[in-house]
């Protein structure tokens, strides 16, 4: 009976400590992107879609999101701590569950638009999400969206067999590892770009799909 009273005392301190804004949001963004990662896998599993930008997204931009979710939790639950202490709550005190009566009309309002505001993001983020790295993908995105220094290459690429053939097929490699290196080359890219130091023009052959 002592190790269940201990246990529940703990237990009571945590759902005490997690009775706070910041907490809360922690926990919906964690939600929200944990969803929004299922949803990328079960639409993968059920070849809803090819898109070589999808792992970006699904396994290292949302996985992030889904981290910085969890680590402001702890946060959360830390200065709520330290502002119990400094009201001079006991530690009984500290260890009481909040009070959750649904028969509160306040408090259902409350719950009912976490809830819907939380359907509301995953089903945005997900969306934007999708659309963004389906966007990424087309041509008209690598050659003057995004890489307006290849507007010659473009140009040729239109009026040759390989129009046919979309940038990424042979620019990204297959697997998250060239995902990656693609993403860490295109940020050498970048700098270039803005300093005006790519060579002039594009050297070829292409090394290394880049």
């Known amino acids: 009976m002592a190790r269940l009273k201990t246990r529940n005392e703990t237990f009571g301190r945590l759902f005490n400590y997690a009775n706070n804004g910041i907490t809360l949001t922690g926990i919906v963004i964690a939600t929200v992107a944990a969803l929004t990662i299922i949803i990328f896998i079960l639409a993968e599993l059920a070849g809803g879609f090819h898109n070589p930008y999808i792992g970006i997204f ?40 909040p009070r959750l009566d649904f028969n509160d009309p306040h408090l259902r309002r409350i ?34 969206t995004c890489h307006t220094v290849m507007q010659p290459e ?19 490699g297959p697997g998250a590892s060239w995902f990656v290196r693609s993403k860490i ?7 270039k770009t803005v300093w005006g130091t790519y060579h002039r023009p594009i050297e070829t052959p292409i090394h290394n799909l880049r």
């Open 58 to 97: 699904a396994y290292l931009v949302l996985p992030a999101i889904f981290v910085i979710g969890l680590l402001i939790i702890p946060v959360g639950m830390w200065r709520r701590r330290k502002r119990l202490i400094a009201e001079g709550a006991s530690l009984a005190e500290m260890a009481e569950y």
């Open 111 to 144: 719950a009912f638009t976490v809830l819907a505001l939380t359907a509301v993001n995953a089903i945005i983020l997900g969306s934007t999400s999708y659309l963004a790295v389906d966007e990424m993908d087309t041509v008209e995105f690598c050659g003057t």
């Open 154 to 172: 473009y140009t040729a690429y239109q009026e040759s067999p390989h129009s046919r053939v979309r940038c990424v097929q042979c620019h990204i």
């Open 185 to 191: 080359d295109g940020l050498r890219q970048v700098w």
